[in-house]
């Protein structure tokens, strides 16, 4: 194996990605409302990112077979112990209400991960999975910068809470799709549900809701309202191709580059629009 394609397996594995998307997606709501969040904020979402993910990725496998973990995984297990380190740093210089705010999503996290009733997770729950997922990642990237930046909740925070919420689930279905064969029935995911026909067309569906809540708002950011437009049309698109035996880093790497590939269109649509 090439040194590059170790370097992006780690990249992608230590979940790094994932945690450059959530950045991106705090970054859009900051230029969406012109909030103002402490430097240490920003530190503390990327390492908590990967130090929730790497929890609930590894977690299981690193109880099961701690003895007989991959090198590979061992690295990521280190490399996670150091960014739990860093995580804690700096939220030495957060306030306690960013804290608290950002604990409660993060115990919604490991009650994902971790059986709690009756031997069962949230994400063992069936139907309940893709919705916690939604709700972590909407609360982390809208209401809790909004708390850091000691803003009050507006509707227009609100309905933008309730778009990420939306969001987030159909960039949760490629994933969803892929795993169809691995899936344990018990867990009622909506391919497994409503098949991947009807999965598609309650997507479309969702990305429209999505982008049309956007006229309720009190105030309308242009550049932020089309590249809404242009990522609700992405995700659907990256659904409708998403398939069982869709290549090795479809959902993992192009899906979750969806977030950045929105802050990229909406911060050059800010500077061509103002």
Known sequence: ???????????????????????????????????????????????????????????????????????????????????????????????????????????????????????????????????????????????????ASEELLTIDIVITFIQRFLLVIIFTIPFEIRDLPYDDTVLGTLPQTIGVVGTNIFITVLAGVAFIVEGFKDSVFIPYAISLLFICLQASFAVFFAKKNQSKYYASFWVESLPILWLVVFFLLQHLLS
């Open 1 to 147: 194996m090439s040194a590059l394609k170790r370097i992006f397996e780690f990249y992608i594995n230590s979940s790094i990605h994932v945690a450059l998307a959530v950045v991106s997606l705090v970054v859009i709501t900051v230029l969406e409302f012109n909030l103002q969040l402490p430097k240490p904020y920003w530190y503390f979402m990327f390492f908590g990112t990967i130090t929730g993910y790497n929890f609930v990725k590894y977690a299981p496998v690193a109880g099961l077979h701690h003895r007989s973990l991959a090198k590979s995984l061992k690295t990521i297990q280190v490399f996670s112990f150091l960014c739990f380190g860093a995580l804690l740093y700096f939220s030495w210089f957060l306030s306690v209400e960013t804290l608290i705010a950002t604990g409660a999503f993060g115990a919604l996290t490991v009650l994902y991960a971790i059986p709690f009733l009756k031997k069962k997770s949230l994400r063992t729950i069936k139907g309940l999975k893709i919705f916690v997922v939604a709700m972590v990642w909407a609360g982390v990237t809208v209401l809790v910068p909004v708390l």
